[in-house]
């Protein structure tokens, strides 16, 4: 199999601060499926096109942040291979059962020298998208309820200890990187874009002074048309916009950023362009950032750097 | 790594009557970059995002079609790891020496069952897509000439052996079936859908009355604006459309299919989704390919199947 | 005032062969809103950025066509003159009081000499786009709801005795011609598409052997990207679909043609450039027709000459 | 005829501060044609989709700003009698000879009491668009270099005297109110958009401390993807990017604000609707202005109250 291993963010587990406040937001604005609750008190939602149970899970807390990210993995082989080799590099890891997420399998859990929890998991029951697999259309209404992007595509985690981290994504798990920002020093990593496929980025990585911070959660959309039409959505409900619709000049995407009702960023966005593990990593110097971040603009919006959750 | 293996569809080199008028089709038409020619006679061309050296080569011939079609692999240890695998599985295979196609490595080159040529390779000379490697702008006046595809994306190519050919591409080689479509029986493979990646597919498959049969060779747009673009563009410059614009049902991609100045079919498409290989296959029943072709129209355009190079 | 006298297309009475099947297609897959039904048992429909009361009525009849075409004058005043001009001219008129019609006030309906009934109208009432006056939205859900075109558009009669109505059509109610089409002889008006305002067509006329004809009625939408949305819908939906996705050379738009229930030609449109009477129209020859139809596909689909209503 | 008196803003004379280097702007970066040069000096440039021979006058000076706005009207009887209307209304009028602005009749020059120079004129040589007044293509190579508008849409000036202008414009010229925002107070006209079309706004005034100030000149791209690339290419070129790419509230278009070499402020933009003189105003208040300005952000930028030329 050419793409074995991590496949992909399979679900970000999100703190708020008002569980209803933001499913109605995730729900309802950014137009996710409500697939379920458990007995935690957790809402869990989907992307209209993805097949998995769920991509998102929300839990009520005191603080905004990332519980979780989790990956699937391509067989329950690879989640115990990933086991014992992240245990062998030293990395502590705990299974939490199948069942402890609902309709998800065995998960394997670690965190990451930045101080998040990344979970890899092989199996989530396959609830199908709304389409049949037999001669499907190619859409169906709930591609249009609210924002609706098509899937959950990456993250961008905050912390400290990047090196460390981005050491075991890709010696370990496989992760390679597709663009890199650095410091002035042409050596410190500011920040990366890591890809365990042919995207840009299924995780990208930003050097923090705290540690376990959550930048935002993306989701895809299928045009910069729909890219717009989410900005209308979101004036029309009342989120906060951070920056956006724009490109970034970093791996091409066309964007906005936007804060759920407990201040947790999220991103829609569409673009950029395909990348291959034997592709050179584009360089970003740190004096670029802006046009890196915001390319129409090329501005340095100051949240960028110092707000997260 | 996640991504190893076969990654990509790395060239297809493609026999045409008269050289010089569809090197003027795919230069200056389809806007490739012309990068080099050989002293076989052979014209080189990449499309403006590509890094690698070439993905089309054009060899005069008495005869259109496809010569062979190209797959890059992630490491010389996997070009060998194949070769053996391809010799125990009962596939001859020849090495083709670095040098003999341009700024490229060893190629292991067999034949599929279908009759057509393929090969791999670990290694050819990165050229850069003419934006920098530091601080690049998302493209430039490349991006603009002609149709400018960004990448050769797939193929589909027909024959008899269809199903000992699925079997060498996804036992061996790593491939998985995206989408199927059956004939009235249910289980007879009339067209496949093969992914070695997260795009839809990277190589398609069609069961035909003769062998070695090249249905087209595709090229990616980003956007359906863009597509619309390529057919003014086919237009002013008298290219034959065979069909659209309109969608497929089948990968949901929105495409042109029109003929070089040979005959051979070309594609320039946008859109799909992205699929994995935990993914269920989609299936299409052969009563429902008018709508799998030509979603809009749910026409069987006769040329669909009895128009090959 | 720099736009006066006739200023749109207003309506279209449009006759079906099975009126709930019909209001299904115009309501529920086009998407327009049923605003009323009368004691005619005529049902009312407007689109959903249109703001008088509607601007397409459905009429149980046995035969599928046009009833009638009517355009908004800016005034009672105006309405007074065009009558008198008209009748001056030798045409006959019919006043139809207000009340007639739904939420209409009184309309001057003539015969053009191609056989279509024509009315003009001065007051409708407004009932307004469902966005507020004050401070609105750019749309709301309405704009989603179907197909969804933002307004009637223009339509294109079929008939013997075009030059007679062009006449009409331009000296007496103020039409200037946009593009005209010519036989062989460049003489003969083939078809001509006419603009009371900066749209490339308000009413297009096309010479056929049967007069009164129908040869479709066009709806306006915003962006290919939605002409591609109408074609998925309409097959979704089971829509004949008779052309497109493609552009038109003719007035440049982006186009689908389909069927209603009954056989009416409706199309699903968007593009074009904004044109003004002080402009040199654009002359088509007839051997041009298949780009100036079909751009991309430089095809004269026979339907478009032979099939009416 | 439909359309008469004042069609359409036909052309803006702006002053910059080094000519070349803002010809280089608005020819290479902007991607209007430069079609002369006169004895005073000034450049002369349009954009590739209008046929008048020029749609935008460079002229060197030590301060930026608009020396003129020029509205073509529909023939040489509508000038006299809009010169004499605006005499018996007691605004002197100036007539400027034909010639002396290239391949341009005679002008009917007067001053709106909100300092600008209005002309009018009837005559302006029709040099095409590059494209055959027969059988022609969509677009040609022109649409694609640079940002590449298709014509000059409007402006929006600023002054003091905003209600006696609104008064010229309106009863005396013909223009009618689209959209007006409204102070505090309900009453105050803070800024209007008025159409002579069925464009949203042919002119847009705001009310300012200062007289006879240019807020900024439009162009008019088609589509929300070409706004993106516009922003691509302001960003590949330095350009001063001051708002965008977003949405307006107000008209709904979608933009990006720019500046000259000189600080002249350009929009870029796509979108809106079609309005009528029969529609009801649409109405903002003044504490709604950040979203009719920026609809995604809500945002009231505070360079577009305090920045003009």
């Known amino acids: 199999m050419a793409l074995t291993g991590v496949l992909r963010p399979g679900h970000a587990q999100i703190r708020v601060l008002d569980l209803e406040a933001d499913v109605k937001l995730y729900r309802d604005v950014l137009g996710l499926e409500e697939v379920g609750r458990d007995s935690f008190g957790r809402v869990y939602l989907k992307a209209w096109d993805e097949r998995d149970h769920h991509s998102v899970v929300l839990r009520q807390a005191d603080k905004a942040g990332l519980d979780l990210m989790g990956f699937k993995v391509d067989s329950l082989a690879s989640l115990d291979k990933f086991e014992k080799d992240l245990q062998a590099h030293g990395v502590a890891t705990k299974r939490v059962p199948a069942g402890e997420m609902l309709n998800t399998g065995d998960r394997v859990s670690f965190e990451l020298p930045m101080g998040h929890t990344i979970e890899l998991y092989a199996e989530k029951k396959d609830v199908g998208n709304g389409l049949s697999y037999n001669n499907p259309a190619p859409w169906n209404a709930a591609a249009e309820r609210g924002i609706a992007p098509s899937r ?34 042409g050596k410190t990593v500011v920040a990366i874009w890591l890809s365990c496929s042919t995207k840009t980025h299924d995780l990208a990585l930003i050097r923090l002074p705290e540690q376990g911070k959550l930048h935002h959660v993306s989701f895809w959309l299928d045009s910069w048309e729909r890219v717009l039409r989410a900005g209308d959505i979101m004036s029309m409900n009342d989120v906060s916009v951070d920056i956006g619709p724009t490109r970034h000049g970093i ?35 740190i004096d670029h950032l802006p046009e890196g971040l915001d390319y129409v603009q090329r501005k340095l919006h100051q949240s960028f750097l110092t707000v997260f959750s």
């Open 152 to 185: 959950l595509d990456h993250a961008l985690l905050g912390g400290v200890e990047i090196d460390a981290s981005i050491e075991i994504l890709t010696k370990i798990l496989g992760f390679y990187p597709v663009e890199v920002l650095y410091a002035e020093d």
């Open 251 to 285: 791996t091409r995407g066309a964007t906005i950023y936007a804060f759920d009702r407990s201040g947790n960023r999220f991103e829609t966005f569409s673009g950029g362009y395909v990348s291959y593990p034997d592709m050179q990593p584009i360089v970003w110097s």
